[in-house]
């Protein structure tokens, strides 16, 4: 199974941009790559998607290399809301429509103020 | 909104007991799945279920059984609990129409400790 790679902790200002990396050199030409992050005390929630371009919805931008290698999560303005664990996640095909995650160790974003 | 609940948030349990964890979808979605969360360890799939009375092992599934009657439903049996699998469960459910995307949205979790 293709793996994920992030850094363990990030930490940024409030209202200011971050960037996320995710290293998937074994990625594979059908694996879609997803974000989720998890709030203290909450399930993970989903945050973004793609395949090969980039991606922008209300609480994202998802910038995916051109060799989809690795990928970034851009948030445009941090606040102390977004303060989670993000995760990068790999879908895996496998059975039709079971569509497996294959869960890295995520990074922990410290958002300051 | 979609709800996944899970019966209890926190529960203790003894050595060589048998736990139930339940969780209920009200999305009427075809895939359930079960993970536990560890330190470090990041989330691990133990099984999912992609239709009722069908379910396949993820990649932690010794020591856990489970079982999917409803669709609605997908519970996590540990025959005979042990300390290491105190963990925190999480149970997510997705549909199977997606648009690609096939969301899964996670219950709140349950803590559980083995003593």
């Known amino acids: 199974d293709a793996k994920t790679t992030q850094p363990n902790s990030m930490e940024s200002n409030e209202e200011e941009p971050v960037h996320l990396p995710c290293n998937h050199s074994?990625?594979?030409?059908?694996?879609?790559i997803h974000w989720y992050r998890q709030l203290p005390s909450q399930g993970p929630e989903y945050v973004i998607h793609?395949?090969?371009s980039n991606v922008n919805n209300r609480m994202a931008s998802l910038a995916i290399a051109e060799d989809r290698k690795s990928s970034t999560l851009i948030l445009h303005r941090a606040t102390l809301r977004d303060a989670a664990v993000y995760y990068c996640?790999?879908?895996?095909?496998?059975?039709?429509?079971?569509?497996?995650?294959?869960f890295g160790t995520g990074t922990r974003l410290k958002v300051l103020a | 909104d979609v709800k996944v609940t899970q019966s209890s948030r926190y529960l203790v349990k003894r050595t060589g007991e048998k736990v139930f964890l339940e969780c209920v979808q009200d999305?009427?979605?075809?895939?359930m799945f079960w993970y536990r969360q560890d330190p470090g360890l990041g989330l691990r799939l133990i099984y999912f279920?992609?239709?009722?009375?069908?379910?396949e092992k993820g990649d932690i599934p010794e020591g856990y059984s489970v079982s999917r009657e409803k669709k609605e439903r997908f519970s996590l049996i540990l025959e005979s609990a042990s300390t290491n699998q105190t963990s925190m469960y999480l149970c997510?459910?997705?549909?199977?129409?997606?648009?690609?995307?096939?969301?899964?949205?996670f219950g709140p979790g349950t803590r559980l400790t083995v003593t």
């Open positions: 996640i790999l879908r895996d095909g496998g059975r039709s429509g079971t569509y497996k995650y294959i």
């Open positions: 997510a459910s997705s549909s199977l129409a997606g648009g690609g995307n096939y969301e899964q949205y």
């Open positions: 999305m009427d979605h075809e895939n």
């Open positions: 074994t990625i594979s030409g059908t694996d879609y």
């Open positions: 279920s992609y239709d009722v009375k069908m379910k």
């Open positions: 793609g395949l090969t």
